[in-house]
RNA sequence: GCUCUUGUAGCUCAGGGGUAGAGCACUUCCUUGGUAAGGAAGAGGUCACGGGUUCAAAUCCCGUCAAGAGCUCCA
């Protein structure tokens, strides 16, 4: 264990001795650190808040004050048992069942509080420094829905309480990058409970940047040969049965639909669709590989406790894309997956981490096929990451249902882990789906899919972003790239000509000919964070310039307005 | 879905058993100014929704809906 984590474990031992003060009857079950605190999870009769948290941080101070030493005891395990039973504390004695029978059982014991616990600790409580108790949730024993559920408090604790504090405040600057705060402020989207849970609304702003999004992408998946699809938005219910995902993932779509008799889908997923373009003709090894693309929407019956904003939701749009070949041509299509990925991810110098997400061992009934359609699967996905030296995890149980894949991840402004894109390699819907081309034997074979998305969703990958640049997009993204601010009335028409000027190139600008004052109306966009004020006062026009403003710079002087719009065009261009 | 918290004007929030408040934004008028807030007037609320307690509920209680944190889930 590191420092911090010591000083973290320890401080989560102190609040156990508080908690054990103030509430007897508290049964503890277990106290780690995290990656920026610790928590304790807890039964108490008393279901605490964070007005509780006053009462118990003055008595964790009063632990500290004290200086207990933490002092470690190897004990038997019958002896640890008995300690365990006669306190009634039923979950230690099931996490010490849990410890292998060869290895050693030890005790931490500071002042009246004594933890079964591998350790290690400070020397003693005074050595915690700062600490702060952060909040209250529930939590299931052993992250098991059908455990009973534990009371979880959270804190933090750092050595001084000057590191304390650039902690809250840092915590306090990701709030201010909360993709739901500044999608409000800045119009970009809204979430109306009049139109129901998860499912957002995109406002003008928020929809130009989309659109944006969208564009750049699709001249990307015109480089790299796809062909482009519209599918509906439902389809029969016997697509999905014969996809499986109608037997697997009931529980996470939306109600059928009956029309004249027959039972509708709101599509979960777009991927029988594509295969029924993929089956609208007979294929030939000439045709291959076949890639399609669609930015395609899908509804999917998410927890109410898990939407948040616009990174889960129950109704998003995929930039998804399948690719039908040859088992022989693979490999060489994963990659190419791959590098359009990272490509795109480098426009936006978006840090991704890579996840090979595979079955789970011991449940591999929420799979559809078996090993002989998984194993090349793997086996591919395991071939190019090794061939490129890819940086990876391991992420058991995150296979899709019908192959494993290759994710990428991104963190959000409160260190949330979301996927973003995904490359996923599938033998079992060509299978279930009998997809057939003919090869150059004149037989029949069966083509491989590969299932894959570079921003995964376009609404999750839009939050990303606000909270990646904090609101500040750069000029090719950014709703209104160009504020024009009249000084005076007698500027208007002037304005009124660069902001013909900026449409005719294209460009999103606007006038702000309201009765502010110019420091106003450089006030009212910089708070809306546009990139680019453009000045006209006397001077400028008399000259033909605009006196330039940007948000990353501040006042950079007059500009000829021939210079101005020059640079704007080359800056504002779609990247590639 | 579960535990806890929250819901008052477009936004940020104050108030709190006796009938609705502030700042910003908005509208109109005045002001025509040189790099982050000029002035005045006005309009705007079924205090999320539905029940209950009470002479009286925005306020207390219950339920529903929605939002937030975490857990669980995530094709």
């Avoid at 808040?49 to 030493?69: K, L």
């Avoid at 029309?259 to 294929?283: D, G, S, V």
Wanted: charged fraction near 25%; proline fraction near 6%.
């Amino acid at each position: 264990m590191s420092p911090l984590e010591e000083l973290r474990h320890s401080a989560a031992h102190v609040l156990a001795t508080a908690l054990q003060r103030l509430h007897p009857e508290t049964k503890f079950d277990i106290g780690p650190p995290t990656a920026s605190g610790f928590y304790y999870d807890i039964d108490c009769p008393k279901r605490l808040s964070t007005e509780d948290f006053a009462a118990i941080e003055t008595e964790m101070a009063r632990v500290i004050a004290a200086d207990e030493p933490f002092e470690r005891r190897v004990v038997g395990r019958e002896e640890a048992r008995a300690f365990f039973a006669e306190r009634g504390q039923t979950f230690k004695i099931g996490r010490l069942d849990d410890i292998p029978p060869d290895e050693e059982i030890t005790f931490y014991v500071n002042g009246d509080f004594t933890d079964l616990c591998a350790g290690s600790h400070v020397p003693s409580t005074g050595k915690i420094g700062a600490f702060k108790l952060l909040g209250v949730s529930g939590s299931y024993h052993r992250g098991d829905e059908s455990q009973p559920q534990l009371q979880r408090i959270y804190g933090t604790a750092f050595p001084t309480a000057a590191e304390l504090e650039a902690h809250l405040a840092a915590l306090e600057e990701a709030a201010r990058r909360d993709h739901r705060k500044l999608g409000a402020q800045l119009k970009l989207f809204r979430l109306d409970s009049g139109i129901g849970s998860g499912l957002p609304l995109l406002l003008p702003r928020g929809a130009t940047i989309r659109a944006q999004l969208e564009t750049m992408l699709s001249r990307k998946l015109e480089d790299y040969g796809y062909d482009r699809l519209y599918s509906p938005h439902i389809g029969a219910i016997d697509l999905y049965k014969t996809s499986g995902h109608y037997p697997y993932y009931a529980e996470s779509m939306y109600q059928p639909i009956r029309i004249e008799e027959r039972e509708f889908l709101l599509k979960p997923m777009n991927c029988p669709m594509h295969i029924q373009a993929y089956t609208a003709e007979p294929r030939s090894y000439r045709d291959l590989p076949q890639r399609y693309a669609e930015y395609g929407t899908v509804y999917r019956m998410e927890q109410s406790g898990e939407l948040s904003g616009l990174v889960r939701v129950r109704g998003f749009t995929q930039d998804d894309g399948h690719v039908f070949c040859t088992p022989e041509q693979l490999k060489d299509e994963f990659k190419s997956c791959l590098r359009l990925v990272q490509e795109v991810m480098a426009l936006f110098d978006l840090r991704t981490r890579c996840r090979v997400s595979l079955r789970d061992p011991d449940n591999l009934d929420k799979y559809v096929g078996d090993d002989s359609l998984w194993t090349p699967a793997e086996a591919c996905i395991r071939a190019v990451v090794d061939e490129l030296g890819l940086e990876h995890s391991v992420g058991l149980g995150e296979a899709a249902f019908y192959g494993p894949k290759l994710d990428f991840m991104a963190l959000d402004a409160l260190g949330r882990s979301w996927q973003l894109g995904t490359i996923q390699v599938d033998f079992s819907l060509p299978e279930r789906f009998a997809l057939e081309f003919t090869g150059s034997d004149n037989a029949k074979h069966r083509p491989v899919m590969i299932h894959r998305a570079v921003f995964g969703s376009v609404e999750r990958f839009l939050g990303l972003l606000i909270e990646h640049y904090a609101g500040d997009f750069p000029l090719w993204l950014a709703p209104e790239q160009v504020r024009i601010v009249p000084i005076t009335d007698a500027q208007l028409p002037a304005a009124e000509a660069l902001l013909a000027r900026c449409k005719g190139l294209r460009l999103r600008a606007a006038i702000d000919d309201s009765s502010d004052k110019m420091g106003a109306k450089i006030r009212k966009a910089e708070l809306e964070k546009i990139p680019l004020t453009a000045i006209l006062g006397k001077r400028e026009v008399e000259s033909g310039s605009v006196a330039l403003r940007s948000r990353a710079k501040g006042d950079e002087g007059a500009l000829a307005t021939e210079k101005f719009l020059e640079r704007l065009k080359s800056e504002a261009a779609l990247p590639s």
